[in-house]
């Protein structure tokens, strides 16, 4: 009896430290632009991210030309025009979740964090911060953060005569879930 104890105890413990790391491929990413003029959204679900919740890693990837637009042409001038998505195919997020430890990961809870790394887009990379929550459900947990991208702090310009269609400031939201691998 005993030695059936100590062999569940040791699967559950490999099972727990396998339950380390939480990664997609379905992440969602969106945007929104709003000006007087034209508001503008566009939405990606095939975002990649890992999380590693022992150390607080955390990887973003986001495939430009996956970027969906209501209008045929908006996304055909993202790509072209503003992002040049042949030569900048992916933007990407290398950080940490600050305060990792706030968040349990055998509970199931939404857990507010801090998020800080190197945010790379349009070639151009810069340190970025922002807040977000953690939300564990599960051996899943969903990733939610909202913040602003000035796109002229990433080389990316606005020809004048789209200047008053496209905000300075663009509101990037998060919401994507991981499941344990």
């Given at each position: ?9 040791m ?9 380390q790391?939480y990664?997609?491929?379905?992440g ?35 495939p ?30 290398k ?58 702090d990433?080389g990316?310009?606005?020809?004048s005569v ?14 994507s879930?991981?499941?344990?691998i």
């Open positions: 009896m005993k030695k059936i104890v100590i062999a569940l105890v699967i559950g413990a490999a099972q727990l430290a396998q339950a790391k990664m997609t491929r379905t969602k990413v969106s945007f929104f632009s709003a000006t007087k003029i034209e508001n503008i959204e566009a939405f990606n679900n095939e975002s990649a991210a890992i999380l590693d919740s022992k150390s607080g890693d955390l990887v973003f990837q986001i430009i030309k996956s970027f969906k637009f209501e209008k045929a042409l908006m996304q055909e001038h993202f790509n072209e025009n503003y992002m040049e998505s042949d030569k900048f195919p992916k933007s990407e997020f950080g940490k979740v600050d305060n990792i430890n706030a968040v349990n990961f055998s509970k199931d809870g939404t857990y507010p964090v801090t998020v800080s790394g190197n945010m790379t887009i349009h070639g151009v990379t810069k340190k970025v911060q922002t807040k977000g929550t953690v939300k564990v459900a599960g051996k899943s947990v969903t990733l939610n953060s909202q913040f602003n991208v000035k796109p002229a990433y990316i310009k606005i020809p789209a200047a008053g269609k496209i905000a300075s400031s663009i509101q990037v939201t998060v919401a879930t991981l499941k344990a």
